[in-house]
Structure formats: C-alpha cells, structure tokens
C-alpha cells in the first residue's frame, strides 16, 4: 500500500515516540526533538509503515529525500524497501538520504572539519527537554503538558542510568536566553578560567571578546596556568577571521598560547581544565553567542569525558600551529589597522 505522509504537529509525539525507543540509535534522526526542530525548514513530514516502523520524508531545494527509518533491527529491510518503493514509484527517482556533506567531510570546503558533542543518557537528558519545550512554547505561544514528556522518558532513562551505574562524577546541563537578561553561558566560562589552576585548554571557531573575558584569560595565564586556544586554520567568514586574529597580539604578550588548526576549520566549542571539569556546547566566544543567541552546553565535574576532551584536545594541538607574535606582526599597516577598526563592529560580527 502507499505510505500516507503527513506534517509534524505538537500531538505527533504521541503516535512517534514509540519508535524512537526500538533500536539502539547514534544518529541525530533518533532524538524527537530535532524532528520539530527542522520541520518547517525542510518540511519535515512521517509515515508509519505497518506499525514497524517510521519513515520520513524531507525537502530540499525542491527534492525530496530522506532518513534512516525508526525501527527494530530485523525491520530495517523492510522499511527501506517501502521507502525506496515510494522513491520510484510516486516521486519518480531513487531513494536519497541525505547526511551533512561538510560536516562529514565528503565535501570540503573549508578544509578538514572538526567538530565535538557529546551523548547523555539518564536523567540529565529532561534538562534539554525542558529547555526545547520551553522555547517552543515561547515560539508557538503554547503552553505544554511537562508532565507528559517527563513520564514518558523517565524510565527509559533510569534503565539507561542502571547501565552506567560505574559512572563518577556530575553532569550540569545548561542554556542561555537572551529574554533573561543573565549571561549564563558567559558565566560557565568565566567560573572556568577563573578556577583552573594548571591548565586550560579551549577550542572555538570564533574569537570576538570583550575586555572582561580577554582580562580573565590574561590574568590566568599570568597566575601560571597554561592556557591554549584553538581557532580555525582555514576560516569560514573571513571578515570575522581577521576579528578573530586581531585579539591575538594582546593574548600572545600577556601568555595566552594560540593555535591555528591546521588542516581546515574547527567547529567545537569546548573547555577543559586540570582533569577536573569541561563544557561541551553550543556558545561561541563572540558577542552574539555569549549575549544574544539561544545556546546550550553541558558542564562536566570529574567525569570519565571531562578526560575524553583532554585527550582530544592533546592531539589537535599536535595537528595545529602556534601562532608567534612575530607573525602578526609581519602583516602589512593596512591590514593590521583593518583589523583594529573591525573592532567597531564586533557586535554585529
């Protein structure tokens, strides 16, 4: 029979989320809320094939493809052949699933793409439901059913907490608002370079501070703490790039070791400091992520990841270069007072 399509409302969870829980899943496809996230920008519509699974279908451009079906193992055939029958049969071209050519580098336009996330599981997960529901009811005017979402995960999520019971230390799952008038994400920075006291090791694609993150940098690398940044090699807005190199002389004369990532751009956003504790997330270290953006992260205490991104961290250094004060200072007049007046416009960067 043909697969009925149809667009994603508030009330598709009910008929989705059983799903979702089938088969072990590593994809962004597996988590619900990144389907209400793009559904008006890819059109985002779901069929269920013979109640086994959940087929999508998404548009781009004016074609059509698709993801990789919820279902249990041994159900998988099945729904692809469904899938790649409506492909030929009603929409007269072959199956297309689509992956984020860039990120997965099979198109590289920036070099080498390096990016960073991390997977929770347990509890701490209701803490990104909450924050998605609550921006969408602020988007839609809505008010939702909490209690729903939260009774339907909680014991998928004490199942998984079970399995990782020999996990230590704590997890802390943040957002920033820019309707709160609180600075949160800034916030998780600034405790960090302020508390570390041996090393603090930051990855970001962008470097447009102001004067009191520049100072807290300064000031621990003054207190002799070993502080290293990276930033791309290869960037992705040029402008912003020569905003990103022109903070450079300051932090190098003050202590602040730099780091361009050699083979391309470097996407992460990430801090870790003496083995101790970490973020993962979403804010960028420049004016409008830090204050006008809808961001989040998770910040990590003495757990078995806050370790994971060391070494991580570790090896990009060994892949990047440092940059020296004496390669800046052989741009050109021009170019360095470019540099400086671009200053003016770091808010709107």
Known sequence: MSL????????????????????????????????????????????????????????????????????????????????????NEEL??????????????????????????????????????????????????????????????????????????????????????????????????????????????????YLIIGSEMRTALVNAAKSGVDVRLVVPGIPDKKLVYFLTQSNFPYLIKNGVKIYTYTPGFIHAKCFVSDDVQATVGTVNMDYRSLCLHFECGVWMYRTRAVLQVKEDALKTFAESHEVTLEEFQKKSFLVRTFMGALKLFAPLL
């Open 4 to 87: 009925e399509f149809k667009k994603i409302e508030v009330n598709s969870i009910q008929k989705m989320l059983p799903f979702y829980a089938m088969r072990h899943n590593m994809t962004c496809d597996s988590v619900f809320l990144e389907s209400y996230v793009w559904k008006d920008y890819y059109n985002v519509r779901y069929a269920i094939w013979e109640n086994k699974a959940l087929l999508w279908l998404m548009e781009n451009e004016g074609r059509c493809f698709s993801a990789m079906p919820l279902c249990r193992e041994e159900d998988l055939p099945g729904a692809f052949a469904a899938i790649e029958e409506y492909f």
């Open 92 to 205: 007269g071209y072959p199956l297309v699933i689509n992956l984020a050519d860039e990120y997965i580098n099979a198109r590289v336009r920036f070099g080498y793409w390096k990016d960073a996330a991390i997977r929770l599981t347990g509890e701490c997960v209701w803490s990104f439901t909450s924050m998605f529901l609550e921006l969408w009811d602020y988007i839609l005017k809505t008010e939702s059913d909490y209690t729903f979402y939260r009774a339907t995960s909680m014991e998928k999520h004490r199942l998984q907490e079970k399995i990782h019971a020999d996990e230590k230390g704590f997890v802390q799952p943040y957002t920033d608002s820019p309707l709160d008038h609180e600075d949160v994400g800034e916030n998780v920075y600034l405790n960090m370079i302020s508390r570390a006291k041996k090393y603090l090791y930051i990855f970001t694609p």
